[in-house]
Protein backbone atom coordinates (compact mmCIF):
# COMPACT_ATOMS: atom_id res chain seq x y z
CA UNK A 1 0.00 0.00 0.00
CA UNK A 2 0.87 3.53 -0.82
CA UNK A 3 2.54 5.17 1.98
CA UNK A 4 1.95 8.91 2.54
CA UNK A 5 2.73 9.46 6.01
CA UNK A 6 5.53 8.11 7.96
CA UNK A 7 5.00 6.08 11.03
CA UNK A 8 6.13 8.57 13.54
CA UNK A 9 3.32 10.58 11.60
CA UNK A 10 0.93 8.68 12.17
CA UNK A 11 1.74 7.93 15.24
CA UNK A 12 1.19 11.42 16.18
CA UNK A 13 -1.82 11.35 14.36
CA UNK A 14 -3.52 8.26 16.03
CA UNK A 15 -2.78 9.96 19.80
CA UNK A 16 -3.98 13.56 18.70
CA UNK A 17 -7.75 12.01 17.11
CA UNK A 18 -7.42 8.91 20.70
CA UNK A 19 -6.67 12.63 23.62
CA UNK A 20 -8.99 14.91 21.21
CA UNK A 21 -11.36 13.13 19.81
CA UNK A 22 -10.63 14.95 16.38
CA UNK A 23 -7.94 15.27 13.89
CA UNK A 24 -7.69 18.20 11.05
CA UNK A 25 -6.09 17.09 8.16
CA UNK A 26 -5.32 20.06 5.27
CA UNK A 27 -4.83 19.54 1.66
CA UNK A 28 -7.11 15.93 2.31
CA UNK A 29 -8.01 16.80 -1.57
CA UNK A 30 -6.46 18.38 -4.53
CA UNK A 31 -8.13 21.48 -6.11
CA UNK A 32 -8.62 19.46 -9.27
CA UNK A 33 -10.67 17.13 -6.76
CA UNK A 34 -12.08 20.25 -5.25
CA UNK A 35 -13.27 21.18 -8.41
CA UNK A 36 -14.76 18.31 -9.94
CA UNK A 37 -16.82 17.38 -6.43
CA UNK A 38 -17.78 21.33 -6.51
CA UNK A 39 -19.54 20.17 -9.99
CA UNK A 40 -20.43 16.79 -9.09
CA UNK A 41 -22.82 18.39 -5.68
CA UNK A 42 -24.05 20.67 -8.39
CA UNK A 43 -25.05 18.35 -10.91
CA UNK A 44 -26.54 15.96 -8.26
CA UNK A 45 -28.38 19.29 -7.05
CA UNK A 46 -30.04 19.54 -10.57
CA UNK A 47 -29.97 15.75 -11.48
CA UNK A 48 -31.90 14.63 -8.22
CA UNK A 49 -33.71 17.35 -6.69
CA UNK A 50 -36.04 14.86 -4.37
CA UNK A 51 -32.81 13.62 -2.50
CA UNK A 52 -32.30 16.65 -1.12
CA UNK A 53 -33.86 17.81 2.50
CA UNK A 54 -33.87 21.05 3.99
CA UNK A 55 -33.40 20.56 7.82
CA UNK A 56 -33.57 24.04 8.52
CA UNK A 57 -33.03 27.67 6.63
CA UNK A 58 -29.23 26.96 6.83
CA UNK A 59 -28.63 22.99 6.74
CA UNK A 60 -29.63 20.87 3.50
CA UNK A 61 -28.36 17.48 2.82
CA UNK A 62 -28.56 14.68 0.70
CA UNK A 63 -27.89 11.23 1.97
CA UNK A 64 -29.20 8.72 -0.63
CA UNK A 65 -26.44 10.21 -3.15
CA UNK A 66 -24.50 7.15 -3.87
CA UNK A 67 -26.46 4.91 -5.59
CA UNK A 68 -27.00 7.79 -8.87
CA UNK A 69 -23.23 8.41 -9.02
CA UNK A 70 -19.42 6.86 -8.85
CA UNK A 71 -18.35 10.89 -8.18
CA UNK A 72 -17.96 10.75 -4.80
CA UNK A 73 -16.01 7.23 -4.73
CA UNK A 74 -12.47 8.53 -5.25
CA UNK A 75 -13.16 10.49 -2.07
CA UNK A 76 -14.56 7.60 -0.17
CA UNK A 77 -11.61 5.90 -1.50
CA UNK A 78 -9.00 8.12 -0.79
CA UNK A 79 -5.64 6.52 0.07
CA UNK A 80 -4.50 9.43 1.62
CA UNK A 81 -7.54 9.31 4.33
CA UNK A 82 -8.01 5.53 4.69
CA UNK A 83 -4.21 4.98 5.65
CA UNK A 84 -5.12 7.71 8.88
CA UNK A 85 -8.67 5.89 9.62
CA UNK A 86 -6.89 2.61 9.25
CA UNK A 87 -4.08 3.66 11.96
CA UNK A 88 -7.05 5.06 14.17
CA UNK A 89 -10.12 2.04 13.49
CA UNK A 90 -7.56 -1.03 12.68
CA UNK A 91 -7.66 -3.88 9.98
CA UNK A 92 -11.51 -4.10 10.22
CA UNK A 93 -12.09 -0.49 9.17
CA UNK A 94 -15.65 -0.76 7.10
CA UNK A 95 -17.53 1.94 5.31
CA UNK A 96 -20.39 2.78 6.83
CA UNK A 97 -22.65 5.94 4.97
CA UNK A 98 -21.86 9.48 2.66
CA UNK A 99 -23.72 12.60 2.77
CA UNK A 100 -23.34 15.97 1.63
CA UNK A 101 -23.91 18.85 3.69
CA UNK A 102 -24.33 22.12 2.22
CA UNK A 103 -25.21 25.15 4.71
CA UNK A 104 -26.56 28.22 3.81
CA UNK A 105 -26.03 32.05 4.72
CA UNK A 106 -28.84 32.66 7.11
CA UNK A 107 -29.89 35.41 9.78
CA UNK A 108 -31.03 32.74 11.93
CA UNK A 109 -28.01 31.52 13.90
CA UNK A 110 -30.15 29.02 16.17
CA UNK A 111 -28.42 25.50 15.00
CA UNK A 112 -30.94 22.99 14.75
CA UNK A 113 -29.27 20.18 16.01
CA UNK A 114 -27.40 21.59 18.55
CA UNK A 115 -24.83 19.89 20.49
CA UNK A 116 -24.88 16.07 19.96
CA UNK A 117 -23.20 13.08 19.96
CA UNK A 118 -23.80 10.86 16.72
CA UNK A 119 -25.44 7.48 15.76
CA UNK A 120 -27.00 6.49 19.28
CA UNK A 121 -28.98 10.02 20.77
CA UNK A 122 -29.35 8.60 23.69
CA UNK A 123 -27.46 9.64 26.60
CA UNK A 124 -27.06 5.91 28.38
CA UNK A 125 -26.02 4.77 25.27
CA UNK A 126 -23.00 6.85 24.48
CA UNK A 127 -20.18 4.32 25.28
CA UNK A 128 -21.76 2.39 22.05
CA UNK A 129 -20.59 4.67 19.92
CA UNK A 130 -17.87 3.89 18.25
CA UNK A 131 -17.50 5.17 14.76
CA UNK A 132 -15.52 7.74 13.06
CA UNK A 133 -16.46 10.44 10.65
CA UNK A 134 -14.79 12.12 8.02
CA UNK A 135 -15.85 16.13 6.69
CA UNK A 136 -13.90 17.45 3.84
CA UNK A 137 -14.44 20.94 3.14
CA UNK A 138 -15.33 21.82 -0.71
CA UNK A 139 -15.12 25.42 0.04
CA UNK A 140 -12.92 27.36 2.20
CA UNK A 141 -14.31 27.72 6.26
CA UNK A 142 -13.31 30.63 7.41
CA UNK A 143 -13.30 32.24 11.04
CA UNK A 144 -16.55 34.15 9.62
CA UNK A 145 -18.31 31.06 7.93
CA UNK A 146 -20.40 28.23 9.37
CA UNK A 147 -17.98 26.10 10.70
CA UNK A 148 -18.02 22.12 12.59
CA UNK A 149 -17.21 22.98 16.55
CA UNK A 150 -16.38 20.17 18.84
CA UNK A 151 -15.58 19.83 22.54
CA UNK A 152 -12.34 18.43 22.66
CA UNK A 153 -12.66 14.78 25.26
CA UNK A 154 -15.92 14.44 24.95
CA UNK A 155 -15.61 10.96 23.49
CA UNK A 156 -13.51 9.77 26.36
CA UNK A 157 -11.84 11.64 29.19
CA UNK A 158 -14.95 13.84 29.19
CA UNK A 159 -17.59 10.85 28.19
CA UNK A 160 -19.88 11.87 31.25
CA UNK A 161 -20.42 15.38 29.82
CA UNK A 162 -24.01 16.20 28.78
CA UNK A 163 -24.69 17.75 25.54
CA UNK A 164 -27.62 20.00 27.62
CA UNK A 165 -24.89 20.91 29.91
CA UNK A 166 -22.47 22.45 27.07
CA UNK A 167 -22.31 26.21 26.65
CA UNK A 168 -23.66 27.21 23.31
CA UNK A 169 -20.30 29.13 22.61
CA UNK A 170 -18.13 26.01 24.17
CA UNK A 171 -15.81 24.34 22.03
CA UNK A 172 -13.23 24.41 19.51
CA UNK A 173 -13.89 25.73 15.83
CA UNK A 174 -12.50 23.77 13.45
CA UNK A 175 -11.21 26.16 10.26
CA UNK A 176 -9.64 25.14 7.35
CA UNK A 177 -9.31 26.23 3.53
CA UNK A 178 -11.40 23.55 0.76
CA UNK A 179 -9.48 20.24 0.65
CA UNK A 180 -9.30 19.80 4.71
CA UNK A 181 -10.70 16.96 6.01
CA UNK A 182 -12.21 16.79 9.37
CA UNK A 183 -12.01 13.41 11.29
CA UNK A 184 -13.94 12.98 14.46
CA UNK A 185 -14.82 10.41 16.51
CA UNK A 186 -19.00 10.18 16.74
CA UNK A 187 -18.94 10.28 19.99
CA UNK A 188 -17.24 13.39 20.46
CA UNK A 189 -19.99 16.27 21.30
CA UNK A 190 -19.93 18.22 18.44
CA UNK A 191 -22.00 20.89 16.81
CA UNK A 192 -22.33 23.78 13.74
CA UNK A 193 -21.37 26.70 14.83
CA UNK A 194 -23.52 29.66 12.35
CA UNK A 195 -21.99 32.87 11.30
CA UNK A 196 -23.87 35.66 10.62
CA UNK A 197 -21.89 36.77 7.69
CA UNK A 198 -20.95 33.15 6.32
CA UNK A 199 -20.83 32.40 2.49
CA UNK A 200 -22.32 28.55 1.27
CA UNK A 201 -20.28 25.83 3.10
CA UNK A 202 -19.88 22.72 1.34
CA UNK A 203 -19.14 19.48 2.79
CA UNK A 204 -19.06 15.86 2.28
CA UNK A 205 -19.77 13.34 5.08
CA UNK A 206 -18.55 9.65 5.91
CA UNK A 207 -18.73 7.31 8.36
CA UNK A 208 -16.43 4.75 8.81
CA UNK A 209 -16.48 2.72 11.71
CA UNK A 210 -14.80 -1.51 12.77
CA UNK A 211 -16.81 -4.00 10.89
CA UNK A 212 -17.14 -5.86 13.81
CA UNK A 213 -19.38 -3.12 15.80
CA UNK A 214 -22.41 -1.94 15.60
CA UNK A 215 -23.76 -0.18 12.45
CA UNK A 216 -24.12 3.58 12.04
CA UNK A 217 -27.49 3.40 11.43
CA UNK A 218 -28.97 1.32 13.88
CA UNK A 219 -30.42 4.68 15.96
CA UNK A 220 -33.24 4.43 13.76
CA UNK A 221 -34.30 0.72 13.49
CA UNK A 222 -37.96 1.25 15.15
CA UNK A 223 -38.78 4.29 13.07
CA UNK A 224 -41.59 4.08 10.75
CA UNK A 225 -39.72 2.92 7.26
CA UNK A 226 -42.63 4.54 5.41
CA UNK A 227 -41.53 7.77 6.94
CA UNK A 228 -39.83 10.35 4.38
CA UNK A 229 -36.49 10.83 5.40
CA UNK A 230 -36.25 14.30 6.82
CA UNK A 231 -39.08 13.15 9.13
CA UNK A 232 -36.91 10.08 9.88
CA UNK A 233 -33.54 12.80 11.18
CA UNK A 234 -35.67 15.08 13.28
CA UNK A 235 -37.04 11.91 15.02
CA UNK A 236 -33.90 10.71 15.36
CA UNK A 237 -33.39 14.15 16.95
CA UNK A 238 -36.40 14.79 18.68
CA UNK A 239 -35.51 11.69 21.01
CA UNK A 240 -32.39 12.60 21.81
CA UNK A 241 -32.89 15.76 23.17
CA UNK A 242 -35.86 14.15 24.89
CA UNK A 243 -33.25 11.53 26.48
CA UNK A 244 -30.92 13.94 27.27
CA UNK A 245 -33.47 15.95 29.07
CA UNK A 246 -34.32 13.08 31.11
O1 LIG B 1 -22.47 20.88 9.65
C1 LIG B 1 -21.78 20.75 10.65
O2 LIG B 1 -20.72 21.33 10.79
C2 LIG B 1 -22.25 19.85 11.75
C3 LIG B 1 -22.40 18.44 11.31
C4 LIG B 1 -23.01 17.62 12.37
O3 LIG B 1 -23.51 18.08 13.34
C5 LIG B 1 -23.00 16.19 12.25
O4 LIG B 1 -22.32 15.67 11.37
O5 LIG B 1 -23.66 15.49 13.05
Not at 29 to 51: F, G, M, S
Not at 56 to 67: K, N, Q, R, T, Y
Not at 176 to 201: C, D, E, M, W, Y
Amino acid sequence: MARFFSDTQLDDMVRHFDLQGYLRVENALTADQIRCLDQAVDRHRKECPDDWMALSDSFCEAIDVLPHTAAFDEVIESPLLLEILQAILGENLTFEEFAILLRNPTANLNEIKGWHRDIVRDYERRKEIYAVSVLWYLTDVSPTDHCFCIVPESHNRLVDLNPCDVAADAGVDLIGPAGTAVLFHARAIHNARLKQTSTQRRTLQAYFSNRLDQRTNECAADIDPGLPMTEVIKEVQRRGKLKMKG
